[in-house]
């Protein structure tokens, strides 16, 4: 129990000496996770309505893919990543290896799946519900799907949020993209294994209190907007 | 019983709607619509909309069996008849929105309807999580509508169907009567010649199904033709000129409203209206 005390002072110092290189760390953090999720949402959620609306062979299957792309080992992603963007690899020419780029890369191929296959779901339900209407209407498939995009706006701030908990928690890929270079790629998940690896076990759990305070308040945030978009559209 | 019994298959499928509710010659519907332009609604009239001997199977069996229908301009026909005759499939035919899986279903020759020529009004409104403007605005941007003219229009149809004063009101927070006044307007959106209701008063109280009602007569009464599917015998005897009465997924007859309730011609339709089980 004395660790977990000394991580509530190691991370209540932390914030009270207004550790520039923690604000950097932290700025880094949110920068590219935000970054990916933000990528993910504009790709993934058009991606998961066509897919939830659209009929093809092969539907099934691709659904079942993108579930399971939601369980991809972020090890393994960090690991194709490199390999793409490292100096032998094909888009090595464009030098991204170990800069916020890569990590931002790693971590929107990590929650792209999971926002998809979220929005899948979510627009699915909500294709049983209007499908005869909107084609009543003369809705074609994309007026159908941003139609419904709109419409599941409020359920898909948590598509969004799991995104945002799924990069926000990473750790392997953007160590193996991002190399945990001081005042560069540094960011608080590279951190915490970094003080975890050196021993100062109180400061990394420190600064894991850190990141779950920042996590906890963007959802709050999130969920605060969406109470108040919600009370105004009363739905 | 294959064929309906009030009159012969040919002399139904040249009949006309016509009657007390929605009694305007075929010609006079376009001129009565000073929105429309003539060539666009020339463009976009689906008549005659027919069923030629369309069958469509559900789990096994035929849910509608070689049904043939014509529906021509002016008029409300009702479509009656009891669970599982097929009622609701035969409205999706005729919206187009399902293909029959044998026969023909064609609107004016064509193997689809024309855009914005079919409105349609389901049993759940399924109204769009904005408000009340909204769902028509939205209908109307489907539809093609300029911008600017949506809300304008928008307002003219709420102002018909008596919402105007719940246009910012959330759809969804509305009364069901509201709400499926909503739902006429929003297919009342792109002016269609041909209105299809599916029991669209089943979940209100009399008064929001007098109000709907209120509201369909008003419709028809400017040129729009109606087939409402419908169990409520009353509501048949209010509102439809001729009554189509389908018999697991066989028309057993269609026959003008009055003559259908006085002497239905089939004895399926007969055991219906005195409440008898006819399996």
Same mark, same amino acid.
């Given at each position: 129990m004395?660790?977990?005390?000394?991580?509530?002072?190691?991370a209540?110092a932390?914030?009270?000496?207004?550790?520039?290189e923690?604000?950097?760390?932290?700025g880094l953090?949110?920068r590219?996770t935000?970054?990916?999720v933000?990528?993910?949402?504009?790709?993934?959620?058009?991606?998961g309505?066509l897919?939830a609306i659209a009929?093809?062979p092969?539907?099934?299957?691709?659904?079942?893919?993108?579930?399971?792309l939601?369980?991809l080992?972020?090890?393994?992603?960090?690991?194709?990543?490199?390999?793409l963007?490292?100096?032998?690899?094909p888009?090595?020419?464009l030098g991204?290896?170990?800069?916020?780029?890569?990590?931002?890369?790693a971590?929107t191929?990590?929650?792209?799946?999971?926002v998809a296959?979220?929005?899948?779901?979510?627009?699915?339900?909500?294709h049983?519900?209007h499908?005869?209407?909107?084609?009543?209407?003369?809705?074609?498939?994309?007026?159908?799907?941003?139609t419904?995009?709109?419409?599941?706006?409020f359920?898909?701030?948590?598509?969004?949020?799991?995104?945002?908990?799924r990069a926000a928690?990473?750790?392997?890929?953007?160590?193996?993209?991002?190399?945990?270079?001081a005042?560069?790629?540094?960011v608080?998940?590279?951190?915490?294994?970094?003080?975890?690896a050196?021993?100062?076990?109180a400061?990394?759990?420190?600064?894991?209190?850190?990141l779950?305070?920042?996590s906890a308040?963007v959802?709050?945030?999130a969920?605060?907007?969406?109470?108040?978009?919600?009370?105004a559209?009363?739905? | 019983?294959?064929?309906?019994?009030?009159?012969?298959?040919? $002399?139904q /499928? %040249?009949?006309?709607?016509?009657? *007390?509710a929605?009694? @305007?010659p &075929?010609g006079?519907?376009?001129a009565? #619509?000073?929105?429309?332009?003539?060539?666009?609604?020339?463009?976009?009239d689906?008549?005659?909309?027919?069923?030629d001997r369309?069958?469509?199977?559900?789990?096994?069996?035929?849910?509608v069996?070689a049904?043939?229908l014509?529906?021509d301009p002016?008029?409300?026909l009702?479509l009656?008849?009891?669970?599982?005759?097929?009622?609701?499939?035969?409205?999706?035919?005729?919206?187009?929105?399902?293909?029959?899986? $044998?026969? /023909? %279903?064609?609107?004016?020759?064509r *193997?689809?309807?024309? @855009?914005? &020529?079919?409105g349609?009004?389901f049993? #759940?409104p399924?109204?769009?999580?904005?408000?009340?403007?909204?769902?028509?605005?939205?209908?109307?941007?489907l539809?093609?509508?300029?911008?600017r003219a949506?809300?304008?229009r928008?307002?003219?149809?709420l102002?018909?169907?008596g919402?105007t004063h719940?246009?910012?009101?959330?759809?969804?927070?509305?009364s069901?009567g509201?709400?499926q006044?909503?739902?006429?307007?929003?297919?009342?959106?792109?002016?269609?010649?041909?209105l299809?209701?599916?029991?669209p008063?089943a979940?209100?109280?009399p008064? &929001?199904t007098?109000?709907?009602e209120?509201?369909?007569r008003?419709v028809c009464?400017?040129?729009?033709?109606?087939?409402?599917?419908?169990?409520?015998?009353?509501?048949?005897?209010?509102v439809a000129?001729?009554?189509?009465?389908l018999?697991?997924?066989?028309l057993?007859?269609?026959?003008?409203?009055?003559?259908?309730?006085?002497?239905?011609?089939?004895?399926?339709?007969?055991?219906?209206?005195?409440?008898?089980?006819?399996l």
């Amino acid at each position: 129990m004395q660790e977990f005390t000394d991580a509530f002072g190691a991370a209540f110092a932390l914030l009270a000496s207004g550790d520039p290189e923690l604000a950097e760390i932290v700025g880094l953090s949110l920068r590219v996770t935000l970054t990916a999720v933000a990528i993910s949402c504009l790709v993934g959620m058009p991606l998961g309505a066509l897919l939830a609306i659209a009929r093809f062979p092969g539907r099934g299957a691709a659904a079942a893919l993108l579930n399971a792309l939601m369980g991809l080992p972020p090890v393994v992603v960090g690991l194709a990543t490199y390999l793409l963007l490292s100096r032998s690899g094909p888009l090595g020419a464009l030098g991204l290896l170990y800069t916020p780029a890569a990590m931002i890369i790693a971590q929107t191929i990590l929650t792209l799946p999971l926002v998809a296959a979220l929005t899948r779901q979510t627009i699915a339900d909500l294709h049983a519900e209007h499908d005869e209407t909107l084609r009543a209407l003369g809705a074609g498939r994309w007026a159908t799907a941003l139609t419904l995009l709109h419409d599941g706006r409020f359920a898909l701030t948590t598509a969004a949020l799991a995104g945002f908990g799924r990069a926000a928690a990473e750790v392997g890929a953007v160590m193996i993209v991002g190399g945990n270079i001081a005042h560069a790629t540094r960011v608080m998940t590279t951190a915490i294994a970094l003080e975890t690896a050196r021993g100062e076990l109180a400061l990394a759990l420190g600064l894991g209190m850190i990141l779950l305070g920042i996590s906890a308040a963007v959802n709050l945030a999130a969920m605060a907007l969406r109470a108040r978009a919600e009370r105004a559209a009363h739905v | 019983m294959s064929e309906p019994a009030s009159r012969p298959a040919a $002399e139904q /499928a %040249a009949a006309p709607l016509s009657g *007390p509710a929605c009694g @305007r010659p &075929a010609g006079a519907r376009a001129a009565d #619509r000073p929105a429309e332009p003539t060539r666009a609604a020339a463009a976009r009239d689906p008549w005659p909309v027919r069923l030629d001997r369309v069958s469509v199977r559900r789990g096994g069996r035929a849910a509608v069996d070689a049904l043939t229908l014509r529906l021509d301009p002016g008029g409300v026909l009702a479509l009656m008849g009891p669970n599982g005759a097929g009622k609701s499939l035969t409205l999706r035919l005729l919206a187009g929105l399902i293909a029959p899986d $044998e026969g /023909a %279903a064609t609107w004016a020759g064509r *193997p689809t309807p024309p @855009r914005g &020529a079919v409105g349609v009004v389901f049993q #759940r409104p399924a109204l769009l999580r904005r408000s009340t403007l909204g769902n028509v605005t939205h209908a109307l941007a489907l539809a093609g509508a300029p911008r600017r003219a949506r809300r304008a229009r928008a307002m003219a149809l709420l102002a018909q169907a008596g919402l105007t004063h719940r246009a910012d009101a959330p759809a969804r927070a509305l009364s069901g009567g509201e709400q499926q006044r909503l739902a006429l307007a929003r297919a009342l959106a792109c002016a269609p010649a041909l209105l299809l209701l599916d029991e669209p008063t089943a979940n209100l109280d009399p008064r &929001a199904t007098a109000q709907v009602e209120a509201l369909l007569r008003e419709v028809c009464a400017q040129g729009v033709t109606a087939l409402v599917v419908t169990h409520d015998a009353g509501q048949a005897r209010r509102v439809a000129d001729e009554v189509a009465f389908l018999h697991n997924g066989r028309l057993t007859e269609r026959t003008p409203a009055r003559e259908f309730f006085a002497r239905p011609a089939s004895p399926e339709g007969r055991a219906y209206l005195e409440g008898r089980l006819l399996l």
